[in-house]
């Protein structure tokens, strides 16, 4: 029993969790007006996963509680390139548009706070993201993870290319 419970927290501790924006929301009903909250949260673990959820909730606690939970069940996969992305990508999603573009070691995560969030979560280091469009929170979020879902690794494109991986790597970091 104690070694599942230290699992959990294990687990728990290994995930990064950023909570990218909190809204009071209401909803009008005859005696007057419900207020609740609504959470978007980026859970990531470093290593190249990633995933977002959104929670509602009569308390903040538990809105964040209940989208992390869902960020959990979202997360997926991406591919980057000693921190930073392989090649430049635009993530679209509603009226949303995400350019990224790869770093130089050292320059940092240039970008905005909602897609700082995504990017830090999956591990990447060294990135320039430019947002173009709507800049709502969930939007970019999502653009964001778009765009990244879109990146191929330098061994996949040299697979379908049949040629060497030191081909096809233009990057000098």
């Known amino acids: 029993m104690a ?10 501790s290994d995930l990064i969790e950023k909570v990218i924006e909190v ?8 005696g007057g007006r419900r207020f609740s909250f ?3 949260v980026v859970v990531g673990d470093g290593k190249g996963r990633v995933g977002y959820g959104v929670g509602k909730a009569n308390e903040v606690i538990e809105a964040v ?10 997360m997926i996969h991406f ?35 909602p ?7 999956i591990g990447i280091h060294d990135i320039n993201v430019k947002a173009l469009g709507s800049t709502n929170a ?3 979020v999502r653009s964001a993870i778009d765009g990244l879902s879109q990146l191929r ?13 030191s081909e096809i790597c233009t990057l000098e970091y």
Not at 3 to 12: L, S, W
Not at 115 to 121: D, K, L, M, Q
């Open 79 to 113: 591919s980057f390139h000693k921190n930073t992305i392989p090649h430049q990508v635009i993530g679209h999603h509603g009226a949303s548009k995400v350019l990224m573009r790869p770093g130089a070691p050292g320059s940092g995560i240039i970008s905005a706070g």
């Open 23 to 30: 809204k009071r929301v209401s909803k009008v009903v005859k």
């Open 38 to 40: 609504s959470a978007l």
């Open 65 to 74: 509680r209940k989208a992390t939970e869902q960020g959990k069940k979202r």
């Open 138 to 140: 969930h939007n970019l």
């Open 153 to 165: 690794s330098f061994a996949d494109v040299a697979a379908r290319r049949g040629k060497p991986v």
């Open 115 to 121: 897609i700082r969030a995504v990017v830090e979560a």
């Open 3 to 12: 070694e599942r419970a230290d699992r959990g927290e294990r687990e728990k």
